[in-house]
Every structure is written in C-alpha cells, then in structure tokens.
T-cell receptor
C-alpha cells in the first residue's frame, strides 16, 4: 500500500482566509481523492484529481471554493477558499493502489474556522 | 435512497461477544467492496477487502451477497481494542473506466469489559 504525508495536521483559521492542504504520496498514482468528514458523519467526496487534467468535482462542490492542483503523479493540493465556520471539518486525501487493495488515506487535516 | 447504507449503531457488546454488521448498496454494477476501521480522530484504515466467495482474517469474516446487494462483517471474540467505527466502502465504475468509492456513514462498535 502507499504511504501518504498530509500537511498540515490541523489549523485554526480566520473566516475569509484560505488554507492549502498538501498530500505527498510515496509512489505514483493516477487518481487522488479529496474528502471532507464532518463530526459524526462519514466521508464525503469533494473531488477526484487526475494528473494533467482538471479535477472532477462532486455535486455541491465547486472549483472556486475548493481549487485543486495535481502537478505530478505523487502530489496534490486542496485549497479551502474564503473560509466560513461551516467549512470546519476534517479534510482527507486518499489514493488507491490497484482495485483490490482498497484506499489509503492521509492522516487528515483538522480545520477550525473562527 | 442513499447509495451505501449502514446502521450507525452504536453496538454495545461485552468482551468475547460476536457481533455482525451489515451494509447495503444500491448500485448493482458495483465492482469491489471493503471494510474500513476508523478510530476516533484518526483516518480510516483498511480492515479487509470483501470477495465474492467470502473471506476470513483471524476473528474477522466478510461476506458479499450480490443478489441482495449487501456485505457483512462478523467479528468473533470481541476485544476492547475492536471499539471503533466500521465503514463500508463500495467501488462503482465511473466514466473513463475509473472507480469511485462511496462510503457508508459507519457503524460504531463499543466493546466493554
């Protein structure tokens, strides 16, 4: 399985500002997934990021709010823009190495917007 | 109807008990299935894949029923350390041939002495 380094692990941000979350994978992967998990809830897929193309966003998520970069096969960033308290959540990146191996997650970014 | 549904629990069981979780999915074209474990304030971690023939890993047994569109997880001889949230994950095909995972909301298990 892959090893993912996700930064920052947590942050407290002022409303109206932006935070960029980074994920570095120790192997090359085609697809990276970005999730949000609110307290007591399951994971909600924000977008899927492929290298060399624009990310594919799920319903309810837009590029202006959550721009994603995928400059190469081992790295991706998710930016939470113009934050409000409703954006307070845990954000996770994930990759899959082979269909039968499931998904590996970064350790998550715990974001609090005040 | 949600794509992947789980009973949120919590399931509160004594040590040594056997407990079973079910997860139903709505997309009959779903290709692969997994059980994940998530501890409080931690990321989900793969517990086991679920194969059509069923599979076992120590105290854990996973089964898939394609006809009824559900998967199950059985935990025997529960330990205190099994206390966690168990997430069901279903892979379905998307455009371009890639697979997109859908997570259930998780089932909480509390094992008490």
């Amino acid at each position: 399985s892959a090893v993912i380094s996700q930064k920052p692990s947590r942050d407290i941000c002022q409303r109206g500002t932006s935070l960029t979350i980074q994920c570095q994978v120790d192997s090359q992967v085609t697809m990276m997934f970005w999730y949000r998990q609110q307290p007591g809830q399951s994971l909600t897929l924000i977008a899927t990021a492929n290298q060399g193309s624009e990310a594919t966003y799920e319903s309810g998520f837009v590029i202006d709010k959550f721009p994603i970069s995928r400059p190469n096969l081992t790295f991706s960033t998710l930016t939470v823009s113009n934050m409000s308290p409703e954006d307070s959540s845990i954000y996770l990146c994930s990759v899959q190495i082979g269909q039968e191996y499931g998904y590996t997650f970064g350790s998550g970014t715990r974001l609090t917007v005040v | 109807r949600k794509e992947v549904e789980q009973d949120p629990g919590p399931f509160n069981v004594p040590e040594g008990a056997t407990v079973a979780f079910n997860c139903t999915y709505s997309n009959s074209a779903s290709q692969s299935f997994f059980w994940y474990r998530q501890d409080c304030r931690k990321e989900p971690k793969l517990l086991m894949s679920v194969y059509s023939s069923g599979n076992e890993d120590g105290r854990f047994t996973a089964q898939l029923n394609r006809a009824s569109q559900y998967i199950s997880l059985l935990i025997r001889d529960s330990k205190l350390s099994d206390s966690a949230t168990y997430l069901c994950v279903v892979n379905s095909g998307a455009s371009g041939g890639s697979y997109i995972p859908t997570f259930g909301r998780g089932t909480s298990l509390i094992v008490h002495p």
